[in-house]
Nanobody, 114 residues
């Protein structure tokens, strides 16, 4: 059974930074393209960043230039560095494969507010 645990969220002022982590167990991490998703209140979950097994990345236009996705296959861990955060980035952030194949974790709350 695959399990993912997201961490690193919190309350940050606009313009601040956070680094999210995603640890996965019960799977061979390196075989998958991976993604960070977010769900804001009243909105559908959206994919904001993806990274294939070879390292190529893609970003939603709303986060391009501010967020950086990375992975450490040896540690079964993925990261999302978020810089210049904006209030509209407030959401619960989740990790999964780029095709959302795994069960969803609890997510980590990111709140951007002054």
């Amino acid at each position: 059974q695959v399990q993912v645990v997201e961490s690193g969220g919190g309350l940050v002022q606009p313009g601040g930074s956070l680094r999210l982590s995603c640890a996965a167990s019960g799977t061979i991490f390196r075989f998958y393209g991976l993604g960070w998703y977010r769900q804001a209140p009243g909105k559908q979950r959206e994919l904001v960043a993806a990274i294939v097994s070879g390292g190529r990345t893609n970003y939603a236009d709303s986060v391009k230039g501010r967020f950086t996705i990375s992975r450490d296959n040896a540690k079964n861990t993925m990261y999302l560095q978020m810089n210049n955060l904006k209030p509209e980035d407030t959401a619960v952030y989740y990790c999964n494969t780029a095709s959302a194949l795994w069960p969803w974790g609890q997510g980590t709350q990111v709140t951007v507010s002054s």
